[in-house]
T-cell receptor
Framework: DGGITQSPKYLFRKEGQNVTLSCEQN?????MYWYRQDPGQGLRLIYY???????QKGDIAEGYSVSREKKESFPLTVTSAQKNPTAFYLC???????????????FGEGSRLTVL | SQQGEEDPQALSIQEGENATMNCSYK?????LQWYRQNSGRGLVHLIL?????REKHSGRLRVTLDTSKKSSSLLITASRAADTASYFC??????????FGKGTTLSVSS
């Protein structure tokens, strides 16, 4: 079945450690996104990528890094520079149509990161 | 930047009643979308309405868009307990990624 797979579902990290969250899609979508969700804050955009080997910072990119070496994959690294990384992280993808690349988003099931 | 803002933050109704949620935004848009999120899960797309459309239906869902007031509403008719979830509106800022509001938490009791 086509979809987006995020792993791991739950992750615990000690302070000072970097962690990488995986996001893989088999929908043949060009665009991929990472959002962070905190209670009462809604979703906030971390990074997005419209095409392989290209990505842009979102509203809260500090302390995070991404790569887009393959169309199917958009991993997110939460670095030790991120001051408050405990959150629910959501990956999404979408098609690009005539330059308007903000059509329907397809989301993964999320990864919950807890810093101990 | 928070583009869409939902109202109310929380809504509690009985099964069979209608639920209405509102969304306001600040800048011009190409489209506005509504998503649903069950607790602890990813978001699921419900409906997309383009800036030149005023109303759209999908099953028990009805969405309206008023670009002059920069607002949208989502109506769920004949609510069921299974509709219990958080609902988010999202808007595009002319060529960038979708920006989501903080959501409305809907609770439908049987």
């Amino acid at each position: 079945d086509g979809g987006i797979t995020q792993s791991p579902k739950y992750l615990f990290r000690k302070e000072g450690q970097n962690v990488t969250l995986s996001c893989e899609q088999n929908l043949n979508h060009d665009a991929m996104y990472w959002y962070r969700q905190d209670p009462g804050q809604g979703l906030r955009l971390i990074y997005y990528s419209q095409i392989v080997n290209d990505f842009q910072k979102g509203d809260i990119a500090e302390g995070y890094s991404v790569s887009r070496e393959k169309k199917e994959s958009f991993p997110l690294t939460v670095t030790s520079a991120q001051k408050n990384p405990t959150a629910f992280y959501l990956c999404a993808s979408s098609t690009r149509r005539e330059g308007v690349h903000t059509g329907e988003l397809f989301f993964g099931e999320g990864s919950r990161l807890t810093v101990l | 930047s928070q583009q869409g803002e939902e109202d109310p933050q929380a809504l509690s109704i009985q099964e069979g009643e209608n639920a209405t949620m509102n969304c306001s935004y600040k800048t011009s848009i190409n489209n506005l979308q509504w998503y649903r999120q069950n607790s602890g899960r990813g978001l699921v797309h419900l409906i997309l309405i383009r800036s030149n459309e005023r109303e759209k239906h999908s099953g028990r869902l009805r969405v309206t868009l008023d670009t002059s007031k920069k607002s949208s509403s989502l109506l769920i008719t004949a609510s069921r307990a299974a509709d219990t979830a958080s609902y988010f509106c999202a808007t595009d800022e002319k060529g960038t990624a979708l920006i989501f509001g903080k959501g409305t938490t809907l609770s439908v009791s049987s």
